[in-house]
């Protein structure tokens, strides 16, 4: 026999045990007795109620962080796309443009991470071009400020989301861009341009996207638009790029998708999107008119100490893994 109410005073009390406390133990300990009671009867519970209830809780802690990350996505996208209408576009004219897109979501980041920044002074003095938009998103880092007070993880006292939050965010994008892929296509190509201005008039122009992981499909999501409204020739270099069988590759002049040997993220998108098997779609047209290309870079993760950016000496040529993926993107024709 279990009193339900002194179960759920003693899980609440929890709270103010220093000896138990985390970041967690109050909201866990909230949701479960607030579960519990609602759920059974006052004051029998059985085994298999137990586990019953074990088995829901378990289930619902797992699909509240999915949801939370969506509701931020949301929350995100809505903010820099109301805000993209409210800003003229940049008076610069360019020939040759290169724009980043981080796969790493952190929605609060305002500045890109110093792995990345390396990245790109190395890109640039390769490749001689008039613009960089070199930021965690093409937008306003005013949208960027303005969410950190949403932030649910900041608000709980963490320095930053973790890493697995950033995940949940990078599947919602990519889903977005499934999902809303006009819509959100138009958003983020109204931001691009709304930053780095327009080609010169009459001139071949070339506009480079540079993105990791879910940056891939947010690129691929605004090559329609930008291709119709700009006229450029437009590539994309990813480094584990997870995407679907966008339309956005009948724009794309290039795709280069550059994947690691221990990438498996970028190994399961090749699976999970089922218009990347089918013989038709945009997907299949690059194909067979080599327009895509994969291009495997050495022994890199999707991510961590041996990711495509690490300044990590990688065995057995003792390169950093970032010289070898800057191997692999010179042999390109990008330019």
Known sequence: MVNLTSFSAGLLQN???????????????????VFICGYLNKNDISAKS????LVSLLIGLAILPLMIALFETILWWYKWNKQSYQIMPSPTYWTK?????????????????????SFLDDIVSRYPVDIVLAEPFPYESSTAQKFARFDIWRNLGFKESPVWVWALHNFWQTALTIWFKKAYGAAVARCIINRIGLPKPDNNSTL???CGSAGAAIALAAAPMLNEL????????????????????DSV???????GEKDNWAKLGAIVFPGRWLPIGAF??????NRYSVHYTGSHTHFG???????????????????????TVTKLPIL
């Open 15 to 33: 709270q103010n045990n220093p000896m138990i406390t985390t970041k967690f133990n109050y909201v866990f300990n909230l949701c479960s007795s």
């Open 50 to 53: 137990i586990i019953s209830i």
């Open 97 to 117: 443009a290169i724009v980043f897109i981080t796969g790493i979501s952190d929605y609060t980041a305002t500045t890109l991470q110093p792995e990345q920044i």
């Open 208 to 210: 480079i996207f540079i």
């Open 230 to 249: 700009l006229q450029v020739r437009l590539i994309i270099l990813s480094y584990g790029g997870v995407f679907g069988s966008s339309p956005g590759f």
């Open 253 to 259: 002049a290039n795709f280069y998708q550059l994947i």
């Open 284 to 289: 299949s047209r690059a194909k067979k008119s």
């Open 305 to 327: 100490l041996e990711g495509y950016l690490s300044d990590r000496s990688a065995q057995p040529n003792q390169k950093t893994y970032r010289d070898l993926t800057l191997e």
